[in-house]
């Protein structure tokens, strides 16, 4: 590459094409520009920097007073999940991209001022609308309105200090706090580190309260009646929501058991994820939420989960589906899980095979196996009925695209009486 001259007052190349004034007259206008859009509104769209070091476009969602009579606003990135959200300082905003605050009822009508392709809408849409498909609109504006800032930034939660991901509707005296301390055996929080300490010197319990129904190695499945550990369950379900943008958080635990896995060592029996489920659920769900918690993804236990849920509602001789609506992350795992167990029987099997027969072997309802496999396209209409089309090469493809099925469950480590027959 040529080398290039860089023009100095007193070198050789020539003086630079612009005057002091000039300069100067740049910088008042960008400093009229910046005062006449300072404050930001809320509604703002702007581009923000990220923490991969690049901009991408925002949409300002709440703002607050900081010292210096400055604002820090709480932005969405329209790009990414909610999860994402945060509260950013001004200098990570691009105040030169600021576009007017546009009305959200003339938005949603289309007379829209802002400058994003039919497809752009579209992500932001599907980013706001993910896993609250029931909603209608009116509701869903509404649920957005009560969760759109995070209330709780960071959780000490063991060994491990987690950023959380959505709102959590904690009681009223935590409202000030951005970071709260859980007890890992029985999750009561507190506000101070001191407060935990002083906790756990007097605490019992070295694991979930409830029965122990599988243990394999290291880890251990606790099965903990909501009825009979009330404020455990409470407690669960204010954890799980800060990692879970679901609707409904719900405060009558009496009516679902919880089954808490954990990894065990000589300090005790330590959290990594729950399922719950009703006691009695006419829609034949067999899980009603699920979460790894972050610290512990990507490690297969999203997966030992479900298929764990699947194998209780084989002991209870019942078919199973998880409740609805599913999160983005959920939805990936279940489709993942039925693919796997699904194909790995079709690659084994000689001859045809049914959907009710697949259902009787796996406990999948019939409709999640039948869109499964629609999905994968190995499901052909001949001669008025659907066939399953099972080629070891087309199989073969899907269960590579599919990825390793995570940690099996060893069912003859399952020591468990169904819910009914325990009463």
């Known amino acids: 590459m040529g080398s290039i001259d860089i023009p100095t007052a ?33 509604g703002t769209r702007v581009m923000c920097r990220w923490r991969d070091g690049k901009y991408h476009p925002v949409k300002v969602i709440e703002r607050r007073k900081v010292h210096n009579a400055d604002y820090e606003y709480y932005v969405h990135y329209t790009e990414f999940n909610r999860r994402l959200d945060e509260w950013v300082k001004l200098e990570q905003l691009d ?31 599907e980013t706001h609308v993910e896993g609250h498909e029931e909603l209608d609109a009116a509701s869903l504006r509404e649920h957005e309105e009560f ?19 959505y709102f959590s509707p904690f009681p009223p005296e935590y409202n000030d706090c951005l970071k709260l301390f859980f007890c890992e ?24 309260p409830g029965d122990e129904i599988y243990r394999s190695g290291t880890l251990s499945m606790f099965e903990v009646d909501g009825k009979k550990n009330k404020v455990y369950g409470q407690n669960l379900c204010y954890l799980a929501k800060l990692f ?41 769900y ?10 512990y993804q990507r490690k297969g236990y999203g997966k030992f989960l479900i298929a764990f849920s699947y194998e209780l509602s084989k002991k209870e001789g019942k078919v199973g589906t998880p409740e609805r609506p599913l999160s983005d992350l959920g939805l990936l795992s279940y489709r993942g899980y039925w693919t796997r167990v699904l194909l790995d029987i079709l690659k084994k099997h000689k001859g045809n095979i049914s959907i009710k027969e697949l259902s ?9 196996i039948l869109t499964t496999l629609q999905s994968l396209e190995l499901i052909q209409y001949r001669k008025g009925q659907h066939v399953i089309c099972a080629d070891p090469k087309v199989l073969d493809r899907h269960l590579k695209a599919a990825g390793r099925g995570g940690l099996d469950v060893d069912v003859s480590k399952l020591i468990w009486t169904p819910y009914k027959e325990q009463n």
């Not at 020539?14 to 005062?35: H, I, Q, Y």
Request: glycine share 4%; aromatic share 8%; charged share 35%.
């Open 10 to 42: 007193n070198g050789n190349g020539k003086s630079p094409p612009f005057d002091g004034a000039e300069t100067a007259l740049e910088s008042n206008t960008s400093k009229r520009r910046r005062s006449s859009v300072l404050p930001l509104e809320v």
């Open 95 to 125: 105040l030169d991209s600021v576009e007017a605050v546009v009305d959200e009822k003339v938005e949603e009508k289309g007379a829209t001022g802002l400058k994003m392709t039919r497809h752009q809408k579209r992500k932001i849409d």
């Open 147 to 165: 969760t759109k800032v995070k209330n709780i930034a960071t959780i000490e939660l063991g060994r491990y200090e987690i950023e959380t991901w």
């Open 185 to 208: 055996f029985c999750l009561n929080f507190m506000k101070r580190k001191e407060q935990l300490q002083r906790h756990m010197r007097k605490c019992d319990l070295k694991h979930p």
């Open 244 to 284: 879970l943008d679901h609707k409904t958080l719900y405060y009558d635990v009496d009516l679902f058991l919880f089954y808490v896995l954990c990894e065990c060592d000589d300090r005790g029996c330590h959290m990594v994820g729950y399922f719950s489920k009703e006691k009695h659920s006419e829609e034949s």
């Open 286 to 295: 067999n899980l009603a939420c699920i979460l790894t918690l972050p610290p």
């Open 360 to 368: 009787d072997m796996t406990a999948i309802k019939a409709e999640d």
